[in-house]
């Protein structure tokens, strides 16, 4: 497998077509909307030190022109265009092309085995595998961190095959790489379905709701004790579910086990302090009046109906109690509906 598509214009996929390419793993092509905005050339600064380049080799917004000779696509879009875009680059998709998605949270299989020829190979991770930003629209970005390991679940292939191309996706990021058991590994994560929203939930519902702040909020950095105690509430009951579904025990950490906690206090502490998370500011817009929620950004257009969704429905599919996670997600989807997002 020597040809990548990676379908999307958002940081990740700036720095997995600038990284690829610049390591030489293999030849790397972009679908985008905005082709005539890409520099053949893509510059990648390095969280350590200096800067690497790769080069393109056809960028295009038709799926026709890139998706065909693809061995691996590679979807870098948000939750509510994963659908809308299966179904585009469907007639072009060989019936050995690894489909794949680079968040897997936001409903990724789910839409993929909906959609796709039941034989067609699918793959996701079940973290993004770098935090990065764009610097230049096309031109270059910053990859801001690297994660110690990746997860990775496949597909509709034999079980030696999916150890294959977990070796390549190693090999190509330069990262150990684990087999999941099963999609759900994947599609369930206690990452931003459960981070995000539990924050969105403590700035903006609840006690301050139709609050303004005086000032823009940054996401991580001034992180509440508050948020971290719903977010611990939320993956109790999101490992509830867990229990009933057909997932190892041991497929995920807990919130408080992955950065490394004990309690809420030092979960505020650890979330505050990641240099990788310094500088994100919340989603937030200026009024006359102060800062307010930004309803249409993707922190909710994505984490509440494409990311919290599926761990919500699932819950009361089987009969699980979720009060805190129906509290933020209902929160969540109503502020949505109100502006018919």
Known sequence: MKRICICGGGSLGHVIAGWLSAKGKAEVSVLTGRPDRWSPAVTIALPDSGTITGHLETISGDPSDVIPSADVVLFCYPGFMIA?????????????????????STGFFFEALKRLPSGQPLWGFQRVPFICRVNEYGCSANLLGYKPCYHIAVENIPETDKKKFAAMISDWFERPVHLLRNYYEASLTNSNPLLHTSRLYTMFGGENEGRAYPQMINFYEDWTVEASEVLIKMDQEFFDLLKVLPVGEDYLPTILDYYESRDAESLTNKLSSISGFKGITSPMIQTDRGWIPDYKSRYFTEDFPYGLKYIWMLAHENDISVPMIDKVY????????????
Not at 84 to 104: A, K
């Open 330 to 341: 209902e929160w969540g989807i109503s502020k949505l509906e109100s502006l018919d997002v």
């Open 84 to 104: 809308s875009e299966l179904e585009r680059i469907m007639p072009y998709l060989r019936p050995d092309t690894f489909v794949g998605s680079v968040f897997s």
